[in-house]
Nanobody, 115 residues
Framework: QVQIVEFGGGLVQPGGSLRLTCASS????????MGWYRQAPGEQRELVAT???????NYADSVKGRFTISRDNPKNTMWLQMNSLKPEDTAVYYC?????????WGQGTQVTVSS
């Protein structure tokens, strides 16, 4: 059974940093694309960043230059380094992994940026 778990969220002051981790289990193949998404209260889920198995990355304009996505392919593990956090980054952050037509989601981790 495929399981994806995110951790590393929490409360941080504006300008601070957090590092999110996405860990997977029950997967015997390498995920094609992994990505981070977020959903703020009352808003739709939106893309934060994605990374392919070859290391190609894509970022939302709102996080470019502040967030860095990375992954360990053999372990299907992914990270999101978030620097210079802003109150508008507050959301539940979700990990996603795709392989062929299959898409796997974690349960999310809360990130709150507030003084």
């Amino acid at each position: 059974q495929v399981q994806i778990v995110e951790f590393g969220g929490g409360l941080v002051q504006p300008g601070g940093s957090l590092r999110l981790t996405c860990a997977s289990s029950g997967i015997i193949f390498s995920l094609d694309v992994m990505g981070w998404y977020r959903q703020a209260p009352g808003e739709q889920r939106e893309l934060v960043a994605t990374i392919t198995g070859t290391g190609n990355t894509n970022y939302a304009d709102s996080v470019k230059g502040r967030f860095t996505i990375s992954r360990d392919n053999p372990k299907n593990t992914m990270w999101l380094q978030m620097n210079s956090l802003k109150p508008e980054d507050t959301a539940v952050y979700y990990c996603n992994g795709r392989h062929g037509s299959s898409s796997y989601w974690g349960q999310g981790t809360q990130v709150t940026v507030s003084s």
